[in-house]
Each structure stands twice: as C-alpha cells, then as structure tokens.
C-alpha cells in the first residue's frame, strides 16, 4: 500500500484547509485510514480515523469539532477537513493505512506540511 498526502500549505488563522491523501495498491474493505501530525519538536499525534467500508470515524477528544474525516471509495482518497484552524494546528499531517480498522497503522504517507499563521 502507498499513500501520498497533499493539500497542505500556508493558511490564516480561522481559515480552512482539506488535505486528501491517494492510496494505491492492495487496499481491502477491512482496512482503515487515519491521519496523525507532528509538530516541530513534539511527538507524533493522533487526529482520526476512518473505517474504509462502512465510513465510520472515531477522533482524538482535542480534535473534535474542528476536523473531518471523509473518504471517497471510488478515488481511493481519504481527507481531512480542517476548519477553524489555529497556529497550533501547525504541523507535518500524515495519512496512514491499517489492515483492520481500529488497529495499528502499518503504512505511512511522506506527510504534508500544514501552516497557519497568526
């Protein structure tokens, strides 16, 4: 499986921004897809999730509200809605794939960089 995260870039505060995020190769109904970012200097951070059949989503509790997961099946593409975003919503935003949603996430996308500014 391969993911290529895009759409990141440089956004006022209060903006907007979606990212998607293409996977090719063997993707299978039972696989979910999430999305982590990283902060210069701080760890890695869970944002959310998707199951890639039923298109259920489940979200870190400081992620809620502002950000949306969403895919479309017939493009193999999954996004992240961000609305509202604040200066410390910046960061590098990963796509990643698990065989099984709700599990660990065994492939990673090169990540996008998303900035917002003041």
């Known amino acids: 499986v391969q993911l290529q995260a895009s759409g990141g870039g440089l956004v006022q505060a209060g903006g907007s921004l979606r990212l998607s995020c293409a996977a090719s190769?063997?993707?299978?109904?039972?696989?979910?897809m999430g999305w982590f970012r990283q902060a210069s200097g701080k760890e890695r951070e869970f944002v959310g999730a998707?199951?890639?059949?039923?298109?259920?989503?489940y979200y870190a509790d400081s992620m809620k509200g502002r950000f949306t997961i969403s895919r479309d099946n017939a493009k193999n593409t999954v996004y992240l809605q961000m609305n509202s975003l604040k200066p410390e919503d910046t960061a590098v935003y990963y796509c990643?794939?698990?065989?099984?949603?709700?599990?660990?996430?065994?492939?990673w996308g090169q990540g996008t960089q998303v900035t917002v500014s003041s």
């Open positions: 990643a794939a698990s065989t099984h949603f709700g599990s660990s996430f065994d492939y």
């Open positions: 190769g063997r993707i299978f109904s039972a696989y979910g």
């Open positions: 998707i199951s890639w059949s039923s298109g259920l989503t």
